[in-house]
């Protein structure tokens, strides 16, 4: 098999699929044009997100028998033809579900506790300790959009908190021990934080608006870890500013790959006010990236590739 490494990923990925006698090829820098006029001369490509593998690129890749997606979200892969050309896709969500579930109990801890904005003021010389009294998790609510691989992850994470631990999904009968699935009402009636795990589809771009926003009965917490568009900027501003969302903690942001190399050259309105809010703080989408997620997810992706094809 030759394989056609699109993203850099843990070693371990080129140095087991060689020792199962795949042929590696390397190419970090190819614009995705560049890769569709030599993509028929693979069997499998290794992927994280720098290009979106849509129907063009597939209807080139006349070889192609897998596409290993070194991550969880299949939102840059059109699914349904890769499937339609009997393409296995191999992805990784058991890799870095456990950092995604730990970097969201932090981003929760932090907010609550004012950490980022302490730290902020202690470093320049500033100790005020009233302005920083935290709030405490337990006995609250957490409301848990989307119930797969990261929000379960999430809730795991909850379990040694006295909280209640609810979630909402499209799909019935995915509530476990850590969390009771309830209808969007309850959800919103309960939750005083609430965290997003949904893909990127029609429905959730813009899932987080006003409408949705002001719906809640009690002022929430909101954590997106999920996809940037899941949560309409502008409308999540509006929510700070009237208090309804008490912080935010966002790993993603609406902005992200479509102004992704100068994001911080255009500052858009809304993303000046998420920098400057004392209650809002926010990462480059790191919550599965972690060390020890990035050889989990290169072992996971080989070791779907050698049950399928070895
Ligand atoms: N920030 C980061 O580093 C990472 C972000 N992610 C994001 O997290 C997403 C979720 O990943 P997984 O949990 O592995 O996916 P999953 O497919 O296991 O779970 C997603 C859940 O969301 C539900 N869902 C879909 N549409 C919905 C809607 N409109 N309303 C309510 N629920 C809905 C599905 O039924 C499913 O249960 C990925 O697609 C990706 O966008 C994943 C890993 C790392
Ligand atoms: O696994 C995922 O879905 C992620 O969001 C991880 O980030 P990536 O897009 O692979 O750089």
């Given amino acids: 098999m030759k394989v056609l490494h699109l993203d850099t990923n843990h070693q371990l990925l080129?140095?087991?699929?060689?020792?199962?006698?795949?042929?590696?090829?390397?190419?970090?820098?190819?614009?995705?044009?560049?890769v569709e006029e030599k993509i028929h001369l693979y069997d499998g490509i290794i992927i994280r997100s720098r290009f979106t593998i849509d129907q063009q690129f597939l209807d080139k890749a006349t070889n192609l028998k897998f596409i290993g997606r070194v991550g969880a979200g299949l939102e840059n892969?059109?699914?349904?033809?890769?499937?339609?050309?009997?393409?296995?896709?191999?992805?990784?969500?058991?890799?870095?579900?456990?950092?995604?579930?730990?970097?969201?109990?932090?981003?929760?801890?932090?907010l609550m506790n004012n950490m980022c904005k302490a730290n902020r003021q202690v470093?320049?010389?500033?100790?005020?300790?009233?302005?920083?009294?935290?709030?405490?998790?337990?006995?609250?609510?957490?409301?848990?959009?989307?119930?797969?691989?990261?929000?379960?992850?999430?809730?795991?994470?909850?379990?040694?908190?006295d909280v209640e631990v609810i979630c909402y999904d499209i799909v019935g009968g995915v509530g476990d021990e850590?969390?009771?699935?309830?209808?969007?009402?309850?959800?919103?009636?309960?939750?005083?934080?609430?965290?997003?795990?949904?893909?990127?589809?029609?429905?959730?771009?813009?899932?987080?608006?006003?409408e949705f926003i002001e719906g809640f009965h009690k002022p929430f917490w909101?954590?997106?870890t999920a996809r940037g568009k899941c949560v309409m900027t502008k409308d999540l501003v509006k929510g700070l500013k009237s208090g309804k969302v008490l912080g935010a903690g966002?790993?993603?942001?609406?902005?992200e790959k479509k102004s992704f190399e100068?994001?911080?050259?255009?500052k858009p309105k809304a993303f000046k006010y998420l920098r400057k809010?004392?209650?809002?703080?926010?990462?480059?989408?790191?919550?599965?990236?972690?060390?020890?997620?990035?050889e989990k997810l290169a072992q996971t992706i080989v070791d779907k590739v050698k049950e399928r094809f070895c």
Avoid: C
């Fill in 123 to 161: 470093k320049k010389g500033t100790w005020k300790r009233e302005a920083n009294r935290g709030v405490e998790l337990d006995g609250k609510t957490v409301g848990i959009i989307g119930y797969g691989n990261m929000g379960k992850a999430f809730a795991k994470k909850l379990r040694g908190f």
């Fill in 262 to 266: 100068n994001m911080f050259v255009q």
């Fill in 250 to 255: 966002l790993d993603v942001l609406e902005y």
């Fill in 14 to 34: 080129i140095e087991q699929f060689a020792e199962l006698g795949f042929e590696n090829h390397e190419d970090y820098t190819s614009t995705k044009e560049q």
């Fill in 178 to 210: 850590n969390a009771r699935q309830v209808g969007i009402m309850e959800f919103q009636q309960r939750s005083d934080v609430v965290s997003l795990h949904v893909p990127e589809t029609e429905q959730t771009v813009g899932m987080v608006n006003m």
């Fill in 77 to 110: 892969i059109d699914v349904e033809h890769a499937k339609f050309k009997k393409v296995f896709l191999a992805s990784a969500p058991e890799g870095n579900r456990n950092a995604v579930g730990e970097h969201t109990l932090g981003m929760l801890l932090s």
């Fill in 222 to 224: 909101l954590l997106n």
């Fill in 277 to 294: 809010a004392k209650n809002v703080l926010l990462t480059p989408h790191v919550a599965g990236w972690t060390v020890e997620s990035k």
